[in-house]
Structures are given as C-alpha cells and as structure tokens.
C-alpha cells in the first residue's frame, strides 16, 4: 500500500489525474472503476483538463461502484446522473462504454447478478477509484458487508443516509432506504485500487481502516488485503496516521497496525 498525503484537494487531483493517464496510456482500452462522492472530485478535474490538453479516453470504458435503489433514472442524485455530470461529459467518454448499476430494475437482485458478471465477463477492472465513508463503507458497503460480497442490494445505514442528505436539501427522507453496490469481493478483484480519501471529518475512519485490524465491521479494512492499492489523503484525513506509514512504498499497513 502507498500512501500520499497531498497539502490540498488540487494535489491529490493532479496525482491521482498522473496515475490514471499512466494507467491509459498503458492499456488505452482501460476498465475503470469509478466511485461517486466528493473525495474523487479533484482527481476528476484534473482528468478533465488533461483531456481538454489532448489526453484522449476515448477508447476507456468505466463502471461505477453503485447506484440507489429507486430513484429515477433522470433523478439529479441519481449515480447515473452524477456520473455523467462529474465523469462522462468532463472526460469525453464515450457513453456506450459506461456502465452505472441499475437502480430502477424490476428485479435488481438479478440486476445486481448481471452487472457483476458482466465486469467478470470483461475480465475485471483494471483501476478502481475509490472513495471512504465515515463508518468505513466502500461503495454502499455498509459494516459487517463480507469481505467476499458480490454486487447486490443492501439497505443503507441511517449514518449513510444522514451523510447523504446533502444531496437531497437536506432532506434525510429523501435518500433512498437501500442501495445497489459491488461488492467488497467485486471491488478486490480490481488489479490497482486508486483510494481517494479529503477531510478531517475521515481521520479517524482513514486511521483504522488503514492500519487497524482487517474486520469486516470496518469494510474499508479490506483494502489492507489488495496487493496494489495508492491511497491519496489531504493533510486533515492523514491526521491520525503514523508518520512512519506515508510515502513508503515498502511497508504495508498491514504490518504497521500489527507492531
Ligand atoms: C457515498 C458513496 C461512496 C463514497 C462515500 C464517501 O455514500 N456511495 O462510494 O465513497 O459515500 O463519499 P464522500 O467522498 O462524498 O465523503
């Protein structure tokens, strides 16, 4: 695991941008995981200026981590919306190559199904972009998610769902009670992680996700596990962690929360 502490929001943009066009430029016909939420942002922004400077995503295809169960397609809080608002349009992706879970699925546990096994079928993501929630859930997965959790439905924490009202004026009711989400599985099986992570609201969660013990009341924990993970932090989220950690690339966290 290496782990970048960035002085702001536009650093962590311009290193995660770097390591994504990195990534393109490798392999141009790149799967990449993209999460929704604000911690990503910067890393969208700077992306998007790239492109505008000539970096071309035409031939990546993306998946997004999830999507409420519910909400109308055209929902502004949609994930679909968001996705196309925050990472489609900026990125020039081709929207044919674009996937977001299906929320609004007469069935969405076979939706779910399908959406997993698709991934599966296009021979897993490449890079995933990840974001962190306060109670430590990757994507919609909520504490005591299994570590092996495929993309299904979950209902959502009241935590979640008052962390989310922001994008709902507020409005706590307005969220919607469940989620479709990969799952921590789904999300290990990607080749690189790419952990997006501002904040000093996040220190605390970012500390015992990182470096506290692998258990499943922690999702994020999970990430301890995956042998290719770049964690980018501001100063305020990398508050609670051992100095000793940061910019190593060869110690993992799994061994320091273990001394
Ligand atoms: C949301 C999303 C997650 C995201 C997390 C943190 O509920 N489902 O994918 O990573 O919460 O979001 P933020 O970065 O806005 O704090």
């Known amino acids: 695991m290496r782990i970048h502490v960035l002085p702001d929001r536009a650093g962590i943009g311009t290193i995660g941008a770097a390591l994504v066009a990195a990534a393109v430029r490798d392999t141009p016909d790149l799967l990449l995981g993209v999460a929704t939420g604000s911690s990503p942002e910067p890393v969208y922004a700077a992306l998007a200026a790239r492109v505008a400077g000539g970096l071309d995503l035409g031939g990546v295809s993306a998946v997004a981590l999830d999507e409420y169960v519910g909400l109308p397609v055209d929902h502004p809080e949609s994930y679909r919306s968001v996705v196309r608002r925050t990472v489609v349009r900026p990125l020039r ?21 399908a959406y997993d096994a698709a991934i599966v079928a296009r021979g897993g993501v490449d890079l995933q972009i990840l974001g962190l929630g306060h109670n430590g859930h990757v994507a919609f997965n909520e504490p005591g998610s299994s570590f092996t959790s495929r993309t299904r439905v979950v209902a ?38 790419l952990l997006v992570v501002t904040g000093r609201d996040k220190a605390p969660v970012v500390a015992a996700a990182l470096t506290g013990p692998v258990d499943e009341f922690c999702p994020g924990s999970a990430l301890q596990t995956h042998p290719d993970v770049t964690v980018l932090l501001d100063e305020a989220a990398a508050t609670y962690l051992d100095a000793s950690l940061l910019d190593d690339p060869d110690r993992t966290c799994a061994a320091a929360g273990a001394r």
Do not use: E, K, W
């Not at 996937?99 to 199904?113: E, F, I, K, Q, W």
């Not at 922001?166 to 080749?191: E, K, M, N, S, Y």
């Open 156 to 193: 959502l924490t009241a935590r979640t769902r008052a962390a989310n009202a922001r994008f709902f004026g507020g409005d706590v009711d307005a969220v919607p009670t469940h989620a479709v989400t990969q799952g921590i599985g789904t999300v290990l099986q990607a080749r690189r992680l």
């Open 93 to 113: 992706l081709d929207p044919a190559r674009v996937a977001v879970p299906d929320g609004t699925a007469a069935d969405p546990s076979a939706a779910a199904d």
